[in-house]
Every structure is written in C-alpha cells, then in structure tokens.
C-alpha cells in the first residue's frame, strides 16, 4: 500500500492526537479524527498544543516523521505577545533563552526572531483573544528547529511577553498557504529539506 500524507490546519481547542487513554478526556476533548476520515495507522507528526494553531503534518510512513521532528527541519511560527516586544526582548530569543522542562532547566538552541509591523492575515481563531483595552500586542515570527513541550510559549514568557495567540505557518519549505481551520488536504508526498541554520 502506497504511504499517505496530508496537511492539516489544526484550529484552537483541538489535541493533535486521535484519542486518550483517559475517559474523562475523551469525553471532554476534540480530536483529530473529528476533521477528516484519516486512513489507518495515520500519525500527527509533532504535535500543536491544544491552544495552539496551524500547520500540522500527519502520514503513515514512519521515517518520515522522524524526520519532520529532527534538528534539521525548521517549524516558523506567528505569535501574538502580550504588549510591544522590545529590541532587547528580540535579541535574547534569537540567543536563546532558560525555560522549564519536566522540573529541569532547558536552554533553547539560537533560533531566528523577527518583529512583524503588523498583524498576519490570519482566519479568526474561533475565541476571542481578550479585550483591546488590557493593553497593546505586538507579533513576530519565530522560527525554530527543535520542538520542545511549549517551547515557543515558554521562550516568550521567559523574555517577558506571554504569548497570547500561536500559529504555526511553516514546516521546512511546507507552509500554511490558504487552508483554513479544519481543513485537510492531501500530498502526493512530503518534501522537507533542511532549512538555512539560525544564527
């Protein structure tokens, strides 16, 4: 049987999974499979947590996926901060920042930043973000080659600028495009060479 492959605009309040082993959360969470009729032994490749949006590779070819989830392959993200990010803020997420993982301090790898002049042209997220009236946010893009648990929202927070709202719009050379929240489309195959290193 020929390997699938399919890319997803996973929306807010969506776990990048098929199911749980807890009744409680089954009951309670939405799943993957609640999107599209996905064939068998079909796997979400990295995962977007359940408040985060965008881009989600999903295939049944194993090698695959560990691929999309190596250093080499770089995951771009657009995040809304809570108030205007300043130069300093830009430069210790470009050097990289500590954050906590599983008890443990963790320090990320370098990775690329840059401050977007204006909002992205982004579907709505289904959930207001919060009032205007709590302040200014800003956006930028961050671009980083590993994945770990949260990292982009841990990474702002430790700068000093919680991440309000994230969307993943690129995968290696594989981008968003026009698909909207829910929205599944499949590939004839998935073509991810590596990126340029962050500096």
């Known amino acids: 049987m020929p390997q699938r492959h399919f890319l997803l605009y996973k929306p807010y309040g969506y776990l990048s999974q098929f199911t749980s082993e807890f009744e409680r959360e089954q009951r309670k969470k939405r799943f993957l499979g609640e999107l599209h009729h996905f064939p068998a032994g079909?796997?979400?490749?990295?995962?977007?947590?359940?408040?985060?949006?965008g881009l989600l590779l999903l295939t049944t070819d194993g090698q695959i996926s560990a691929q999309v989830r190596g250093k080499d392959i770089e995951k771009e993200y657009y995040a809304q901060l809570d108030g205007l990010i300043t130069d300093e803020a830009v430069a210790r997420l470009q050097a990289g920042v500590e954050i906590g993982l599983r008890a443990v301090r963790y320090q990320t790898l370098p990775c690329q930043v840059r401050r977007l002049p204006e909002a992205?042209?982004?579907p709505p997220r289904g959930r207001r973000i919060r009032s205007d009236r709590h302040g200014p946010t800003s956006w930028v893009s961050i671009t980083v080659t590993e994945g770990k648990f949260r990292q982009v929202r841990k990474m702002t927070a430790a700068a000093g600028f919680p991440t309000l709202r994230l969307?993943?719009?690129?995968?290696?050379?594989?981008?968003?495009?026009e698909l909207q929240p829910g929205q599944v489309r499949e590939v004839a195959?998935?073509?991810?060479?590596?990126g340029p290193a962050a500096s």
């Open 42 to 53: 079909t796997m979400a490749i990295g995962r977007l947590d359940e408040h985060s949006e």
């Open 189 to 194: 195959d998935l073509l991810l060479p590596a």
């Open 120 to 122: 992205p042209t982004l």
């Open 167 to 177: 969307v993943r719009v690129r995968i290696g050379e594989i981008t968003l495009g």
